[in-house]
């Protein structure tokens, strides 16, 4: 077995080899484990307020009953979500599964040409929507099927005077809530309320029926839903549990959730992992705001936080954060994009404990590999397969390599997507006849079952975590009258990992670099905004005409 699976030989003590995937059918059978378990602990925290277990079981559970008896959704029907880190998300996404709705989640930052291609490609019949983005929802509403919307203040759920307080100071004073008519949304309150008056059906839900709809890019550029199943999560929130579980006391700890709950990293590894452990998510709304970010870190003891690279330097670099008290601290898990060394070194200097590399994706619910939590220091790998998990590299032809070749890390596991929501082509690409996932990274395997991304085989560009699709960008500048034509590729960036530089032949002579950035700001969210703009007489192409990023790539990043 082991000469299949070397890793394991690696595994820190107390790891099993395997889960057990038989011990909750669904997410929903976790969260009530944990509303029966931890009822009077503190499950989620944020702007001051706190909610225990029991308050997100009551109020998750009027959430369904209002939108199985006042909206008479169907099982399977998909509800999307459009906020932040803020109370009124667990309550959402636990009522929408425990209604056997689907969730699908949408970043809040998104342009209206984005939310349009989402909410149109899922079929949503409803949306959760926090005001400050109900103007993006208001130009798109009428060309999606969504028949409800169920809109919220940031302030709604911190109780009187509080909450009024945060909603007023937002509207007026801070202008972060522009203005929008959508006559027919209901409050989110509201909404609460007449849930009462239903009484919530038992809703059976199978290990195979779809939880999520969590939108990712793809080589063609347009958002795809991956299809996440109950057992997606539940096995991936299982794999995880049984890394970590050895270091974590049931119904102690605290996690910082910086990262928002939409992305599928807090989503798994934060609320989910740690709901199973009765533990206290502590949600940061604006992580932006670093200063704000180590004073909200100040007031608690935290036993574990979640990031990616640029959130961890952007801490280390913000006065006060080396003045924390770090004694809590068991558990710093880095992921969705490469720790770069000398910030793992400095993390570690300052809060005595490991930074862990861990790697995923979107389409694995999202753990693959995890580096041991009692790793020394920083090793530059990305771990070693969980639980339950099995990974090889394979060459063009779909060979396995031997250890140390360098090809295409592959995936298989009960974490595996079903696939790409009613795209079967798109599925067929990515899982082979055999189950593995293609992930698109260049990898290679040492003698202990450690991997190590070497280069990324798609030209997919990493921004502070999220994925940057090329095809993307170029498609909205290449919309732009005065491009001829238009090449996007990632240029190192100390502050973001990488940013988008666009090189650009133009058509009009008086085109200028601001033009552009204002355009795709127009049409873009802001990590995918190009922070460079080139102007050349041609771009470099293959014989057959393809554009050579690569070629741009390694040119230096010049440009406006």
């Not at 109020?59 to 509800?79: H, I, N, P, T, W």
């Not at 060309?143 to 759920?157: E, F, P, Q």
């Not at 870190?297 to 924390?324: C, E, M, Q, R, Y």
Request: hydrophobic content about 40%; charged content about 20%.
């Amino acid at each position: 077995m082991n000469q299949e699976r070397p890793w394991l030989s690696s595994y820190p003590a107390g790891v099993p080899a395997d889960i057990d995937l038989e011990q909750f059918p669904s997410i929903v059978s976790v969260l009530e484990s944990s509303f029966d378990q931890f009822r009077d602990k503190p499950a989620f925290s944020n702007l001051g307020k706190v909610l225990s277990y029991a308050d997100i079981d009551r109020l998750s559970r009027q959430f369904a009953a209002y939108l199985l008896g006042e909206l008479k959704l169907k099982k399977g029907d998909r509800v999307a979500i459009m906020m932040p880190n803020c109370l009124q998300y667990p309550i959402a996404t636990f009522g929408i599964l425990r209604a056997g709705l689907v969730v699908v989640n949408h970043n809040p930052l998104y342009t209206a040409r984005e939310l349009r291609h989402q909410l149109q490609d899922s079929g949503a019949k409803a949306i959760v929507v926090l005001d400050n983005f109900g103007h993006t929802l208001q130009q798109v509403l009428a060309d999606t099927d969504v028949k409800h919307v169920i809109a919220t203040g940031l302030g709604d759920m911190l109780g009187f005077p509080k909450g009024a307080i945060v909603n007023f100071m937002l509207k007026h004073v801070k202008k972060m809530v522009p203005d929008y008519s959508i006559p027919s949304a209901i409050r989110f309150n509201d909404a609460l309320t007449l849930g009462q008056r239903h009484t919530l059906p038992e809703v059976v839900i199978e290990p195979g029926d779809i939880a999520f709809l969590q939108y990712t890019g793809g080589t063609t550029g347009v958002a795809k839903g991956a299809v996440l199943t109950h057992r997606n999560l539940v096995a991936n929130m299982q794999q995880a549990s049984a890394w970590i579980g050895t270091n974590m006391e049931m119904g102690k700890e605290i996690i910082i959730t910086a990262i928002p709950l939409y992305h599928i990293f807090a989503l798994t590894a934060n609320g989910l992992v740690f709901m199973k452990f009765g533990g206290m998510n502590y949600l940061i709304t604006n992580p932006r705001d670093m200063p704000g970010f180590v004073k909200e870190l100040s007031k608690v003891k935290f036993s574990a936080i979640t990031g990616v690279n640029t959130l961890f330097n952007g801490l280390l670099n913000t006065p006060g954060f080396d003045k924390l008290d770090f004694s809590h601290l068991k558990l710093t898990l880095g992921g969705a994009m490469a720790v770069q060394r000398a910030v793992a070194d400095r993390w570690k200097k300052v809060t005595g404990v490991t930074l862990v590399e861990a790697y995923g994706l979107t389409e694995t619910s999202p753990a693959a590999c995890i580096n041991p939590l009692d790793l020394a220091e920083y090793n530059g790998a990305i771990g070693l397969p969980i639980s339950s998990t099995d990974a090889c590299v394979k060459d063009e032809d779909g060979r396995q390599l031997p250890m140390g070749e360098v090809g295409e890390l592959c995936i298989k596991g009960p974490q595996v997507m079903k696939g790409y929501w009613q795209r079967p082509e798109e599925t067929a690409n990515v899982i082979d006849a055999e189950g593995w996932l293609h992930t698109g990274d260049m990898a290679k395997m040492d003698e202990k079952g450690y991997f190590y991304i070497v280069d990324r085989k798609k030209d997919m560009i990493l921004v502070s975590g999220f994925n940057v699709y090329p095809n993307e960008v170029e498609d909205v500048i290449a919309s732009m009258p005065g491009v001829l034509e238009v090449a996007a590729v990632g240029v190192p960036d100390e502050k973001s990992g990488e940013a988008v530089k666009v090189v650009i032949v133009k058509k009009d002579p008086a085109l200028t670099a601001d033009q552009v950035k204002a355009h795709a700001r127009e049409n873009l969210t802001g990590y995918k905004h190009p922070k460079y703009v080139e102007f050349r007489t041609e771009l470099p192409k293959t014989n057959v005409g393809k554009i050579l990023r690569r070629e741009l790539r390694d040119a230096p990043p010049g440009g406006a």
